[in-house]
Nanobody
Framework: QVQLVESGGGLVQAGGSLRLSCAASGRTFSSSAMAWFRQAPGKEREFVGGIRWSGCNTYYADSVKGRFTISRDNAKNTVYLQMNSLKPEDTAVYYC????????????????????WGQGTQVTVSS
């Protein structure tokens, strides 16, 4: 049974930083992509960034490029989202997701490609 558990959300002032974690269990993820999505109130869930577990590719949405960094720790089966220079518009519930095992280095950016989701963690950025 696949489980993804996010942690690290909270309240931070604009310009501050947070690091989210996503602990994965239940199967081998070496051939998967892990992604972060976010959903603000009244808005669609949107892609933030993703990483191939192998490390061969990392991809970010334009809105976070240069501010957010995704990394993974294979030994801990954990993916991280380091968020710097946070803005009020980054306020949302952040979800991690894993897709089914696939070959190659592509990182999907659409929700339908991801089969497994965490419960989400709230990030609030005050102005």
């Amino acid at each position: 049974q696949v489980q993804l558990v996010e942690s690290g959300g909270g309240l931070v002032q604009a310009g501050g930083s947070l690091r989210l974690s996503c602990a994965a269990s239940g199967r081998t993820f070496s051939s998967s992509a892990m992604a972060w999505f976010r959903q603000a109130p009244g808005k669609e869930r949107e892609f933030v960034g993703g990483i191939r577990w192998s490390g061969c590719n990392t991809y970010y949405a334009d809105s976070v490029k240069g501010r957010f960094t995704i990394s993974r720790d294979n030994a801990k089966n954990t993916v991280y989202l380091q968020m710097n220079s946070l803005k009020p518009e980054d306020t949302a519930v952040y979800y991690c997701a894993a897709d089914r095992p696939t070959a190659g280095c592509f990182v999907h950016t659409t929700r339908v490609e991801y089969d497994y989701w965490g419960q989400g963690t709230q990030v609030t950025v005050s102005s």
